[in-house]
Nanobody, 118 residues
Framework: QVQLVESGGGLVQPGGSLRLSCAAS????????MGWYRQAQGKQREWVAT??????????MYPDSVKGRFIASRDNAKNTVYLQMNSLKPEDTAVYYC?????????WGQGTQVTVSS
């Protein structure tokens, strides 16, 4: 069993930055492929980033909508993943969720609200 707790959301002006964190409890964190997703009001959940499992890699993938602006990373020693969000736009406004996946296991956090507005 893995529990995920996101933090770091808030209100930011367009062009600003935020860093989200996702702290995981439980064993085997490095085995989990970690992901970030978001869901804007009235829309479907959208993939934002995936960070590969493993002990030494921070290889990550992104959709075109955030590529070059968002950076995902993980610290296996702290059982934590991060999402550095730069050059934020109003359309980035959403609840951001952390996901942990390994074999048949799939866990979600409760989400953290990010609002980009002037």
């Amino acid at each position: 069993q893995v529990q995920l707790v996101e933090s770091g959301g808030g209100l930011v002006q367009p062009g600003g930055s935020l860093r989200l964190s996702c702290a995981a409890s439980g064993n085997g964190f490095s085995n989990y492929r970690m992901g970030w997703y978001r869901q804007a009001q009235g829309k479907q959940r959208e993939w934002v980033a995936t960070i590969a499992s493993g002990g030494t890699t921070n290889y990550a993938m992104y959709p075109d909508s955030v590529k070059g602006r968002f950076i995902a990373s993980r610290d296996n020693a702290k059982n934590t993943v991060y999402l550095q969000m730069n050059s934020l736009k109003p359309e980035d406004t959403a609840v951001y969720y952390c996901n942990a996946a390994y074999r048949n296991y799939d866990y979600w956090g409760q989400g953290t609200q990010v609002t980009v507005s002037s």
